[in-house]
């Protein structure tokens, strides 16, 4: 597998300390009393902005959304990519947005799989720092279900949080990443919904398996078997997603007869590349929405 160092996916760093206590509790047996007016950044030393619906209240529950840069980017140039930020409003979510450690390069990265990223054996445990990072915000705000979007690195980050910690995810989006190469790495049961886009042109984390990493079918229907789902998944149609290439380049796949709530979809992106900086305003409106149904 050719992994480029550049605009790839992140790493985040072990969180310090455990999640905090929820906000002010009535009793024993009420739901925490949410403060109206909540921090806009949370994570302690490993701060993580988080982005608010602008009628943000207490009194209904939200979708938490965690969005996982590549490796080598920051969360705000991974917002380019996504645009969730500018999608909180209307779609009623919340988003968290951490960033990864820094290896010796400079590069910001996630200690996702042994394919990616840590390239420096650094060792640091982002697994638990997420997991802190989802308890606090449930602690903070209040949620319904939890969504990793990843690119890249952070693909291979919300794999593995999948693989590790499927109590605490729901669903993942993974854009050009990939799951474990060794299945036998993901040690989780337990089945989540995934949506899975990977470009047929990626030169950086290719499209096919190969001895290095499993590839985006590969990746997919790893999930779609966890889940009980058929052996081989239905097209439910193409689209014009990307604006560098001609007509309905998109192939939409989705398995069928999953465990009940679980949705296992793979979006072959024909003739895209790694970064998907040419996908149009609909993607990233149908990428946001899968995550927070």
């Known amino acids: 597998m050719k992994i480029l160092r550049i605009l790839a996916l992140p790493v985040l760093s ?40 602008s009628d943000y209240t207490v009194d209904r529950q939200y979708p938490l959304v965690i969005l996982l840069h590549g490796y080598g980017v920051t969360a705000d140039f991974q917002e380019v990519v996504f645009g969730l930020g500018q999608r909180v409003d209307a779609l009623q979510f919340i988003l968290v947005k951490p960033e990864g450690t820094v290896d010796g390069d400079g590069k910001q990265f996630w200690n996702a799989t042994s394919e990616c990223c840590d390239f420096d054996d650094s060792g640091v445990d982002d697994v638990a720092y997420l997991k802190a990072l989802i308890d606090e915000a449930r602690s903070l705000y209040p949620t319904s279900t939890a969504s990793l979007v990843g690119h890249s690195n952070g693909g291979f980050m919300s794999y593995r949080m999948a693989c590790e910690t499927p109590e605490r995810v729901d669903r993942v989006a993974v854009l050009a990443g990939a799951v474990y190469k060794d299945e036998s790495d993901c040690i989780g049961a337990e089945p ?17 398996s190969d001895a290095g990493h499993a590839g985006a079918l590969e990746s997919a229907e790893r999930w779609a078997q966890k889940a009980g789902c058929g052996s081989d998944p239905v097209v439910l149609g193409t689209t014009d997603y990307m604006a560098n290439a001609a007509g309905e380049e998109t192939t939409i796949n989705q398995w069928q007869g999953c465990a009940a709530g679980i949705d296992v979809q793979l979006w072959r992106a024909e003739g895209s590349d790694h970064l998907f900086l040419d996908s149009e305003d609909v993607w990233r409106d149908d990428v946001a929405t899968w995550a927070v149904q």
């Open 192 to 208: 989540v919904s995934v949506l899975h886009i990977h470009g047929t042109e990626d030169d950086t984390i290719a499209y096919e």
């Open 14 to 53: 072990a969180c310090t300390g455990t999640a905090p206590e929820p906000a002010d509790t009535a009793s024993a047996d009420t739901a925490p009393a949410y403060d109206p007016n909540p921090p806009d950044t949370i994570g302690g030393e490993r701060q993580a902005e988080v982005v608010l619906p």
